[in-house]
Antibody, heavy 118, light 108 residues
Framework: QIQLQESGPGLVKASETLSLTCTVS????????WGWIRQSAGKGLEWLGRIYASGNNDYNPSLNGRVTLSLDTSKKLCSLQLTSVTAADTAVYYCARDMSGSGWFDPWGQGTPVIVSS | EIVLTQSPATLSLSPGERATLSCRASQSVNSYLAWYQQKPGQAPRLLVYDASKRATGIPARFSGSGSGTDFTLTISSLEPEDFAVYYC??????????FGGGTKVEIK
């Protein structure tokens, strides 16, 4: 059974870098694309990007290059870094498997809330 | 960016009734549309992808239809566990993938 578990600091100061990790179990992390999606009251569900073990990745252009995804196949971790955060980055952050690179997400992790403070 | 507009925002129905949810795209997405269900405090769950294919383990009462710009998710007979928020998502235009604003199905 595939399981994903996000973890992170919960609270980040404005202008700093947000770092989150997603621990993957039950499947080879090297065999799939992995995506990050966030959910906020103001913007609903927003796709942030996806990454494959080969290094292929895609990012949401609206983030203006602030997001970087990486994989650690030995530790079965997918990581997200978001630089220069503002209050608009306050959201619940989810990692999810991108089914066969299709752009459909299944399953999702339980999500981790992040608050950006001033 | 492809904008997905879901309607209605809220649907008030009783258990056993039929639910019909709509998702309209700002331009054609062919059949590259998915539906997700989200319950309070939980992550979204994939229900339907490629407009009409049910995801693994999804009951047959959930069905998706449509192509181009107009799509429908139908729940044939609402069970108590189906009261939730439903989102559509497109993958026709990758950059970026986008989601609709959601339809809440609530108990009448």
């Amino acid at each position: 059974q595939i399981q994903l578990q996000e973890s992170g600091p919960g609270l980040v100061k404005a202008s700093e870098t947000l770092s989150l990790t997603c621990t993957v179990s039950g499947v080879s992390i090297s065999s799939y694309y992995w995506g990050w999606i966030r959910q906020s009251a103001g913007k609903g569900l927003e796709w942030l990007g996806r990454i494959y073990a080969s290094g292929n990745n895609d990012y949401n252009p609206s983030l203006n290059g602030r997001v970087t995804l990486s994989l650690d196949t030995s530790k079965k971790l997918c990581s997200l870094q978001l630089t220069s955060v503002t209050a608009a980055d306050t959201a619940v952050y989810y990692c999810a498997r991108d089914m066969s690179g299709s752009g459909w997400f299944d399953p999702w992790g339980q999500g981790t809330p992040v608050i950006v403070s001033s | 960016e492809i904008v997905l507009t879901q309607s209605p925002a809220t649907l008030s129905l009783s258990p056993g009734e039929r639910a019909t949810l709509s998702c309209r795209a700002s331009q054609s997405v062919n059949s590259y549309l998915a539906w997700y269900q989200q319950k309070p405090g939980q992550a979204p769950r994939l229900l339907v992808y490629d407009a009409s294919k049910r995801a693994t383990g999804i009951p047959a009462r959930f069905s998706g239809s449509g192509s181009g710009t107009d799509f429908t998710l139908t729940i044939s007979s609402l069970e108590p566990e189906d009261f939730a928020v439903y989102y559509c998502q497109q993958r026709s235009n990758w950059l970026p993938l986008t989601f609709g604003g959601g339809t809440k199905v609530e108990i009448k």
